[in-house]
């Protein structure tokens, strides 16, 4: 696996002999894009970084947020000296001197790991001219986007900044400032050394598998071999991607090529690689409906539609769930869901309804029955008949 290969700062060494554009040019020629979901090109955001002059700031996003994705847990427990070096490298090509790592609140017990990595990279570091902070997140999944995390870690309420101006023209203390997270930054050595394979993809996999966990794949991949890696302890019903992508039913995509194209194309999206695999015994109304929660207690409550919405498709699953299901139900649910991802302010209220629309076009016949007014068996009750 790339990201555990054991570096030892000749990435660094490279990139200090070498002129900064040309470290932004071999990044931006390799076509490096951020691992975070967003595949936005790596370069093109270095080099807007360069042009800028005073103060300027690096944060790593370690924030990962996300349900069911855990790749950048995996690096930062495994590698973290990798990611170091990533950072080093990237302040030295953009001219930069104060960094962060935004770390998620719920990854606290690994705080102390990476200040210790980052104390025994002193030297190296500091001859980069660069200073790293560790910043413990504020605990909510808000702050996975850029400019919440932002403000999270300038003291304020993480609440999404309207753009224009972007954090790369106006960010940390209205400085600018990038940011990039945590697989992104660890490819960096990689590259310089001239050892990355951008063929090669984190996917984290979970759910009903024998095998979860961590695994690097081949972009183009299959669903089918994707899982194979995991092996599912039963045939898949679906697989969701986080709880932000919606989903898809495996007896329909088995063979379908997981990259961003082929999964957005079927009306999913596939973000940051984070499968959940669900087995056949699962109702799609049912994971809906805690998707939901999440989505209702992660919401920050700045906008209307994500946070009224989403808090009325709660209640109308909760009903449908419990037996109590109205022949209207579905069509409350086909009104509301589409408005809410159309008009919410921000990113999750936008993408919080994608597990409800696919749900609903793949998987109707779950809805349907539970609208009729029969009880749900649950998902508590499922997964104890399961063990």
């Known amino acids: 696996m790339q990201v555990i290969e054991k ?11 070498m002129p900064k554009r040309k470290v932004i040019e071999r990044v931006k020629s390799c076509g490096l894009t951020g691992r975070s979901g967003s595949e936005f090109p790596t370069g093109l955001k270095w080099e807007s970084m360069a042009k800028e002059r005073g103060k300027k700031y690096l944060i790593c996003n370690a924030d990962e947020g996300e349900p069911g994705t855990f790749k950048d847990k995996f690096i930062l427990d495994n590698n973290p000296k990798i990611l170091i070096e990533g950072m080093a490298i990237a302040a030295y090509a953009m001219g930069i001197r104060e960094a962060y790592i935004y770390l998620r609140g719920e990854y ?3 705080k102390k790991k990476l200040e210790r990595a980052i104390r025994e990279s002193g030297p190296y570091i500091e001859g980069a001219g660069l200073e790293i902070k560790v910043v413990l997140g504020a605990g909510s999944y808000l702050c996975g986007e850029e400019s919440a995390l932002i403000e999270s870690i300038e003291g304020n309420r ?7 101006p972007f954090p790369t023209e106006y960010g940390l203390y209205g400085k600018p400032t990038c940011v990039n997270n945590v697989e992104t930054l660890s490819y960096i050595p990689l590259i310089i050394l001239g050892k990355w394979n951008p063929n090669l993809l984190l996917f984290s996999l979970s759910g009903d598998l024998k ?3 961590v695994y690097e794949i081949a972009a183009g ?3 089918k071999d994707v899982l194979a890696y995991a092996k599912p302890s039963m045939e898949p019903k679906a697989v969701y991607f986080g709880a932000s992508g919606g989903c898809l039913p495996y007896k329909l995509f088995r063979d379908l090529p997981i990259d961003a194209k082929s999964v ?3 009306g999913a999206i596939l973000g940051a690689r984070s499968l959940i695999v669900v087995g056949q015994k699962w109702n799609a109304a049912e994971i809906s409906k805690v998707l939901s929660e999440f989505f209702v207690h992660e919401s920050c409550g700045y906008c209307t539609p994500c946070r009224e919405g989403n808090f009325r498709l709660l209640e109308i699953l909760n009903r449908m769930c419990s037996g109590k299901g109205e022949n209207d139900d579905i069509a409350h649910l086909e009104k509301l869901a589409p408005h809410i991802r159309d008009t919410s302010a921000c990113a999750l209220g936008k993408v919080s309804t994608a597990h409800l629309l696919c749900g609903l076009k793949y998987f109707r016949e779950n809805f349907v029955e539970l609208a009729k007014g029969k009880k749900s068996i649950g998902l508590k009750e499922e997964t104890e008949k399961c063990r």
């Open 264 to 266: 957005s194309e079927n």
């Open 211 to 213: 095998n979860p966990g």
């Open 108 to 110: 606290s017990y690994l």
């Open 221 to 223: 991949t299959t669903l």
């Open 7 to 17: 570096t030892r700062w000749s990435g660094l060494k490279v990139a200090l002999g």
């Open 158 to 164: 993480p609440i999404i900044r309207k753009k224009p």
